[in-house]
């Protein structure tokens, strides 16, 4: 993969992998895992994403030593499907987009493009066409797709993006408005009329459900879209994780990350409206009350969160930690260590 995913400095006191044990985990470890992932399916019980290969990704940069990550993935795999046997299909976007079936073909067609495009372009192409359904599966192929950069790794990535595309779910986007302030925006999107069946199993259809509402669209459109809006919505959900512990508010907050990763090849250098009117549906779908202000400040220190996080079983908390860590070193703010200490209690 030709792209980079080169990892910026950590501050000062923080080192990049707080600890590195007797047997660190490696890269070339982090690819063999990853080629034997290929194998399992997208999805698993249903609609459930396979979040093992970002969970092993976010790990390694944790700093993980090679026997946890090869514990988890063992322990991980024991849940997943293998991948169904299909033939070769040539995708056709009016009937392949949003058709879970179509998972292998996407996977084809992406492959393909970067070997004949290259990485950096096929990205940025896909990206322009998926980011009108940012929040498809519970931003789970936003997610992928992010850590699949990060990894370094083409066949995930393409896994990721087809992950994407073949359960796209754009919601509906009206042109941005003049912006309210958060505290107004926010409070627009709260009184919207509760839709009748919300409190389905899978966030991805409490969030379609939400953007059916009438008056959503334009209440989304007043949401603040500018060169920090990314910023305010990722503090925005790990204020709300941290005040919360709301499991929809998490993966807001890990997409949030995952866009940051994706910033480099954004079709424009705008914030896609796609992925803000998702945030808008997933603040909803979350049923937690906003916070704009963080709950109480930090105890734990970084190296003592880390430490714990790569001794989880649990996947969310695992990339929990990464994207509070990995945003809290590209916009600092005691929310992010906040965020982690929710996840992971004394």
């Known amino acids: 993969m030709h792209l980079n995913t080169a990892t ?19 890269r070339p470890q982090l690819h063999r895992l990853l080629d034997a992932g290929q194998a399992w399916s997208a999805t698993y019980g249903g609609r459930m994403s396979n979040h093992l290969p970002m969970a092993q990704q976010a790990l390694l940069e944790l700093g993980a030593s090679a026997e946890q990550l090869q514990a988890f993935t063992e322990a991980h795999e024991t849940v997943l499907e293998p991948r169904a046997a299909e033939p070769p299909a ?30 950096p372009t096929a990205l940025r192409e896909a990206l322009a066409l998926l980011l009108p359904g940012a929040g498809t599966i519970a931003f789970h192929g936003l997610i992928r797709t992010g850590h699949a950069v990060l990894a370094g790794h083409d066949a995930e990535l393409a896994a990721g993006l087809a992950h994407w595309a073949s359960h796209f779910m754009p919601l509906p986007v009206l042109p941005a408005e003049e912006p309210l302030p958060w505290p107004d925006a926010l409070q627009a999107l709260q009184q919207l009329p509760r839709p009748a069946d919300v409190t389905g199993r899978f966030i991805a259809c409490r969030m379609e459900a939400w953007g059916a509402v009438p008056g959503f669209a334009a209440a989304a459109a007043r949401l603040p879209a500018g060169p920090d809006a990314l910023r305010d ?47 808008a549906a997933g603040l909803l779908a979350s049923g937690a009350t906003p916070a704009l202000v963080l709950d109480t400040p930090p105890t734990r220190p970084w190296p003592t969160l880390i430490s714990a996080a790569c001794a989880q079983h649990d996947a969310h908390v695992i990339k929990l930690t990464h994207a509070a860590w990995r945003l809290g070193r590209r916009w600092p703010d005691p929310a992010w260590r906040r965020a982690v200490e929710r996840a992971i209690p004394v």
């Open 233 to 279: 919505l990722a503090l925005l959900a790990a204020r709300t994780y941290a005040a919360t512990g709301n499991f929809t508010v998490l993966h807001l907050l890990t997409a949030c990350h995952a866009l940051a990763v994706l910033e480099p090849w954004w079709p424009t250098p705008a914030l896609a409206p796609g992925f803000v009117v998702a945030a």
């Open 90 to 119: 040539r995708i056709v976007l009016a009937r392949d987009l949003g058709r879970p079936a179509s998972d292998a073909a996407w996977r084809a067609h992406f492959t393909a493009r970067m070997a004949v495009a290259g990485t």
């Open 8 to 26: 910026p400095d950590a501050p000062r006191g923080i080192p990049h992998a707080p600890y590195r044990l007797a047997t660190p985990a490696t």
